[in-house]
């Protein structure tokens, strides 16, 4: 018993490492693969971070339209120009002219001082100033609003001071701001964009690529009927989980090195913020890499053609970056929408990953997402199972078929040959 049973394992290692090597092979040939497999995962990650490694902009253009011609407006016009956010760029008579040059994009934004502004504040009325902004980009709209925020509220202050009727400086402190507040960042520290968005991009680079990888493998395939190939090691229902585990090994050796690089050398190369322990980080990406490669095997059952996966990945990026709930609150997401998220293992590996990098977490403060990412593998595993199932029978189905058209031929050739002799 002990004999029939080590030398199944032995065939099922064999049989494993027999497909680990031709996928690896099929990667090796296949350009289209290695390009998505090694090439994308290395460079993609440094242009994005180099993009936004400035963090925040600076000196946005704007035009103003100052229809008061005071020393409060040319005061406050001052001010908004010295932020270092942003830049007066042109002077304009009114609204319409303003507009063509954000038309244009020669300014960003538009700040519109009425006729009264002056006059209002004089009277210690409530005065108001009109921010215009191109929302094309949140970071532009950003920092103009906070700019003329932050003005507004210095000047609201200062002529607050003047009509106090303090006599110390103190007095003046507690009734201009009776509540002091300090803001102070917890885990985004310098309030950019690239500690907030990055790490949670290049956990999904890690998907997106594998999905492309895999699903060009898988279109190659189905175009050259390779999986024929595979025929011979599904002789039993066991080869079926050899076959997948042999091509997932091959994957996963490929990643384990990728993902170790997006997620720990990219943040490091561009000093974003990351503190992750080794051993958490390790807990975390070995089952999102594998929910990944089962999940992306699964869904090459649909790609029919190379060129397909290519369109899926990219319809479906920017819409799996919103529903992991980091570009926008997960609490505004409907709850259907946050159903569908569930599917994808990147919803859960981002969510998990910010934890730990971006806020110092440990895998206890995760694990609602450490125990989502191990279902994902199993059932997708399975999954992955019952398509590659599918596949073979499909093979075999059209290689018996080829084989009794071969047999029909063969017949004919050797009744016609029969015919010729006996004339």
Known sequence: MFKGFWKQVNEGIHDMCYIWWIELKNIVKDEGVLIFFI?????????YSWIYNNEVVRDVPVAIVDMSHSSSSRQFIH?????????????????????????????????????????????????????????ALMLTYKAIYQAAMAVSLDMGRNMQRAHSGSFTQRDEEVNTKPLAVEEVPIFNTTGGYGNAILPAVLVLIIQQTLLLGIGLSAGTARENNRFSDLVPVSRHY????????????????????????VTLCVP????????????????????????????????????????????????????????????????????????????FPSTFGVRGFLQLSSMGGTLDDIRTEYQALWIQVVVYFLATCLVYRYQINQSRYHAYEQFEKLQEKVRKAKKMKDEKMKN
């Not at 990351?274 to 059952?301: E, K, N, Q, R, T």
């Not at 992991?324 to 505004?332: E, L, M």
């Open 39 to 47: 090439l994308v995962p290395l460079a993609y990650p440094l242009l």
């Open 79 to 135: 001010k908004f120009d010295s932020s270092p956010d942003t830049k007066v760029a042109y002077y304009c008579n009114n609204i319409p002219e303003a507009k063509q040059l954000v038309g244009k994009q020669l300014v960003h934004g538009v700040l519109y001082i009425p006729a009264d502004f002056d006059h209002k504040l004089n009277r210690g009325e409530q005065a108001h100033v009109s921010v215009y902004c191109d929302m």
């Open 238 to 261: 066991n080869g079926l989980f050899r076959i997948v585990l042999g091509k997932s090994l091959c994957y996963l050796m490929i990643y384990a090195v990728m993902a170790a690089y």
């Open 268 to 343: 490091k190369f561009f000093s974003f913020t990351s503190l992750i322990h080794m051993s958490d980080w390790i807990a975390l990406m070995f089952p999102y890499v594998l929910s990944c490669i089962f999940f992306g095997m699964m869904m090459s059952c649909i790609v029919r053609y190379r060129e397909n996966v290519m369109l899926l990945v990219v319809f479906t990026s920017v819409p799996l970056l919103f529903m992991t709930g980091v570009s926008w609150p997960q609490s505004n997401i409907p709850g259907f929408w946050q159903g569908i998220s569930w599917l």
